[in-house]
């Protein structure tokens, strides 16, 4: 199985991070440093849903519009970003519920990127990642929660959604959400690298 972190190092990479700097007027190294965080968020956000039979199931709904198509005609996707931002604004609110405001403002602070544009960012990635997924589950011919739930996983090189989502919200470092995390999205101090940065950082080679 292809690792998602594969499929942005592609070219097709490329030409994701290239359309969503232009739409969202961003560089291509702060959009890939906002990517390196939102993509395994949304994962580790779906990974959790599947956890209930009604979550999976209303993934796995969800993944018969999402087919990948959209990576087979990114210029039509990036076209139609309104409509594109509108779609992922609905996928966020399912992956990430009462967390993605948190989220955002954790990616906002690591990444030195502003937060309005990591909301736009995030917003029109989220389909994209959709579609990679959707194209996943017919490739490996998943059909139920328990496949669902492994894809996702191994997605994310074996890491649960929790750990994944724990480890953009711990804003010291220390492995740990706890009250000082908290203090930090409150303030605004700098976050450290953390576990998500080992994890994650070597996407773009930093």
Not at 31 to 55: D, E, K, R
Not at 81 to 89: C, H, L, P, V
Not at 171 to 188: C, H, I
């Amino acid at each position: 199985m292809e690792n998602i972190l594969d499929m942005l190092n592609s070219d097709l990479g490329k030409q994701v991070i290239a359309g969503i700097s232009k739409k969202t007027n961003t560089s291509s190294k702060e959009t890939a440093s906002v990517l390196s965080s939102a993509i395994p968020a949304i994962l580790g956000g779906l990974q959790n849903n599947t956890s209930t039979q009604s979550g999976a199931n209303g993934i796995l709904s969800a993944l018969t519009s999402h087919d990948g198509g959209v990576l087979d005609n990114l210029a039509g996707f990036f076209g139609d970003s309104n409509r594109a931002a509108a779609d992922g604004k609905g996928i966020l609110g399912h992956a990430l519920g009462s967390q993605e405001s948190s989220i955002k403002k954790s990616i906002s602070k690591k990444t030195g990127v502003d937060a309005g544009k990591v909301a736009q960012i995030i917003a029109i990635a989220a389909p994209i990642v959709m579609g990679y997924l959707g194209k996943q589950t017919q490739t490996n011919g998943v059909s139920d929660s328990k496949g669902l739930s492994s894809l996702l996983g191994g997605l994310l090189g074996g890491n649960s959604g929790g750990s994944v989502l724990n480890a953009i919200l711990d804003q010291n470092g220390d492995g740990k959400l706890d009250l000082s995390d908290l203090a930090g999205l409150a303030s605004g101090q700098k976050q450290g690298g953390g576990f998500l940065g080992g994890l994650f950082g070597k996407l773009f080679g930093k």
